[in-house]
């Protein structure tokens, strides 16, 4: 994910063990200025919410926050990042924090690559005719790779490593039923069977 309060990049990606990786999904939600902040917190909660209901993702990745000026623009941010969280705690699965720079090297090799050459290279490496658009939806998607490729894959097995919020390579943290799950929303998705959520 690409956090924000105006424009949110979400983007999907499945990725085998040869570091492949597939399309699933891609978009942004916007809300208005002008909007109340609490309104416009519960519109992308409630797509991140649909996403995971819907796809049924392993891990959840967003860009971590870093300094910047606009102290108005951090904030918001920090709120869209703590809405990514408890969706990830809710549904059980790890939530990963990677830095722009991290996520532009995954995709480009050079943590200081311009939004252009992002949009390029994930297009590049999705296979896509043309590049996403717009730059949030480019961004949510390097986010989903580098999360992808530094754990290894899409954590079907659940054994991989992350990186932390704070930098660090750590094991995951998933409990054995949290792994069968992943496992199964894995399988599910390669194979095109039916969400064990919505099976009746």
């Known amino acids: 994910m690409d956090p924000g309060l105006t424009r949110c990049g979400l983007g999907c990606v499945d990725i085998d063990p040869r570091r492949r990786v597939r399309l699933v999904e891609v978009g942004v939600v916007r809300t208005p200025p002008?909007?109340?902040p609490e309104l416009r917190i519960l519109a992308i909660a409630e797509a991140l919410d649909d996403w995971i209901a819907r796809l049924g993702?392993?891990?959840?990745?967003?860009?971590r926050v870093f300094a910047q000026d606009n102290l108005?623009?951090?904030?918001?941010?920090?709120q869209v990042m703590g809405v990514v969280m408890l969706a990830g705690a809710r549904a059980?699965?790890?939530?990963a924090q990677h830095t722009p720079s991290e996520a532009k090297a995954a995709v480009t090799g050079s943590g200081v690559a311009g939004k252009a050459q992002v949009q390029a290279m994930v297009a590049r490496i999705l296979g896509l005719?043309?590049?996403p658009k717009p730059a949030d939806a480019a961004?949510?998607?390097a986010q989903a790779i580098c999360h992808g490729w530094r754990g290894g894959g899409t954590g079907a097995d659940g054994a991989t490593e992350m990186v932390s919020a704070g930098g660090a390579v750590r094991a995951s943290a998933r409990t054995p039923a949290q792994r069968q799950w992943?496992?199964?929303q894995a399988a599910a998705r390669r194979t095109g069977a039916v969400d064990p959520r919505h099976a009746g």
């Open 34 to 36: 002008a909007q109340s």
């Open 57 to 63: 993702p392993s891990a959840l990745s967003v860009e």
């Open 72 to 78: 108005r623009s951090v904030i918001g941010v920090a």
């Open 92 to 95: 059980g699965i790890e939530v």
């Open 129 to 131: 005719a043309e590049p």
């Open 139 to 141: 961004d949510a998607l």
């Open 182 to 184: 992943a496992a199964a």
